[in-house]
């Protein structure tokens, strides 16, 4: 596999990509950054990624849990925080269905006729989700770096609020972290605009001035 190094490389440039590109665009820069840069197969790119977009997800329902539980949440938090909900859970049934589903779709393969390349092609590359088959450490760890993101992020909102005058909380800074794993998947150039009107909105119902509220 990729060094540190090389690695650092690349989750750097693939960090950068979601604010010039569209989803399917940043998702192909990643992949092809992961190849190219990094030496991976095709099959281990796609999985990597997709892994990737797994815990993600993960992270923000979580975040979404816990702000749940700390503040009363807008009602567009709650019906996309529902709806990122159900995407996960199909997202995650698919991927596990695929990471054991090898051995099935190779059976599959030689019993096809004109799909017998599209279903080979799908069993190698879900040879490279044997990590999530297994659900070992590394996966685990993986996870916890994700939800530890997010604290960061929150503890990050934190002090900003105490910076700006707001005095609302981690309640408040979960929150807004929540909001904004919802809201930044509409993607404009830098979150332009998205950002900043998730951060005021959010404040704004919370029951904060708009001066500090901008400010933040």
């Not at 979601?18 to 998702?27: E, K, Q, Y």
């Not at 090898?102 to 069993?123: F, K, M, P």
């Not at 659900?135 to 994700?146: F, I, S």
């Not at 910076?163 to 609302?168: D, P």
Request: aromatic share 6%; with cysteine; glycine share 12%.
């Amino acid at each position: 596999g990729p060094s540190w190094g090389r690695m650092l490389e690349i989750v750097s440039l693939i960090s950068l990509s979601p604010n010039v590109l569209p989803f399917i665009g940043s998702a192909a820069a990643a992949i092809g950054m992961l190849i190219f840069r990094g030496g991976l197969s095709r099959g281990a790119a796609v999985s990597l990624l997709a892994i990737d977009q797994m815990l993600t997800g993960l992270a923000k329902v979580a975040a979404l849990g816990v702000a749940a539980a700390l503040v009363p949440m807008p009602g567009w938090i709650r019906e996309g925080g529902m709806a990122l909900v159900a995407v996960m859970v199909v997202f995650v049934g698919v991927l596990l269905l695929l990471a054991h589903g090898t051995e099935r779709l190779n059976t599959l393969a030689q019993r096809l006729g004109h799909g017998a390349r599209v279903a080979a092609s799908l069993a190698a590359w879900t040879r490279h989700l044997e990590g999530l088959r297994r659900g070992g450490r590394p996966v685990w760890w993986a996870l916890a770096y994700a939800l530890l993101k997010k604290v960061c992020e929150a503890a990050a909102a934190v002090s900003i609020q105490y910076a700006c005058g707001i005095e609302l909380g981690w309640g408040g800074a979960i929150l807004v972290v929540a909001a904004l794993g919802l809201s930044t998947l509409v993607r404009t150039p830098g979150n332009l605009g998205v950002y900043e009107a998730t951060v005021v909105g959010i404040y704004s119902a919370m029951g904060a001035p708009p001066a500090p509220a901008l400010a933040a």
